[in-house]
């Protein structure tokens, strides 16, 4: 098994610049009659964006059940954090830095530092 896509809701147009801002360029887009679907794409992840600004505003707290967050695999915190304002870096329990952000419609992202593994398997940053 493996991960098709991912599906956002956006309140606008342009709140698609935060994920272009992560690297993600448009591949695709369908205007119908009561929304628009933007397709992106980075690497092999797929996003499926549905701009409508009918939705209701996302639950943050208590947080609801459901889609916690989405987490994405970068080559440097610090070059994204140019970009992209994050909350500050900390390590997770395997010793892998990582921050979180939130899209323009507080969707919560996560953002983990690609972790290299020298040739006698030691993990390095």
């Not at 887009?29 to 690497?43: G, K, L, P, Q, S």
């Not at 996302?58 to 994050?86: Q, W, Y």
């Not at 919560?108 to 972790?115: A, N, W």
């Amino acid at each position: 098994m493996e991960l098709d896509h991912i599906a956002l809701i956006m309140s606008k147009e342009e709140n698609l610049s935060f994920y272009k801002n992560l690297g993600f360029k448009e591949k695709n887009r369908i205007e119908r009659r009561y929304d628009t679907v933007v397709f992106m794409e980075n690497n092999s992840i797929v996003l499926e964006i549905f701009i409508d600004p009918n939705h209701p505003k996302r639950v943050t707290n208590p947080e609801a059940m459901g889609l916690r967050h989405i987490a994405f695999v970068v080559d440097s915190l610090e070059e994204v954090m140019k970009n992209v304002e994050c909350d500050g870096i900390r390590t997770d329990w395997f010793g892998r830095r990582f921050t979180f952000t939130k899209d323009f419609d507080e969707q919560p992202v996560e953002l983990k530092e690609k972790m290299n593994t020298s040739k006698d398997g030691e993990k390095n940053r």
